[in-house]
């Protein structure tokens, strides 16, 4: 197994314990963080960053892209512009899910998730930004991981 394969299923882990406990304030039993609210939304969200910038470099990852290029192939030479909407469309679901309650909620976790793996389908300077910061990233948690654990 590879160290982003492993980073990304250690940080998909994280946030489901975290879920379960009730410390990412989805289920308002507090836990973690102050005055029980739990963990703040950019914590949830850095983590599903993490996690998901290192399961799109990993072979799953890849595959994943792959089919998602393949559906938005189905609408002919649209592809690129719809992959660009599907951008715009994720980030405005991440930001009225935070924006209404402070909260990173599972539609904000899994359009942050989405858009990592958009940013390898879509074509253009904002995707290929993406695409490079998802890299760094994956390298950046994968190297220190990496040392940490002697891989």
Known sequence: MSVNLAVALLMFALLFVLQKRGATGGTGKGGFG??????????????????ASNLAVTGLGMWIAARLEDLVGLFGGASDFLAGAGMIVTIVVVAIDVGRDHKADKPAIV????LVLLFLVADGPIANAGAQATTSIASATAGGIGTLIGA
């Not at 029980?36 to 993490?50: E, M, R």
């Not at 359009?111 to 989405?114: I, K, M, N, R």
């Open 34 to 51: 102050s005055k029980g609210k739990g963990l703040p939304w950019w914590a949830i969200i850095g983590l599903t960053v993490i996690g």
């Open 111 to 114: 359009a942050v998730g989405l």
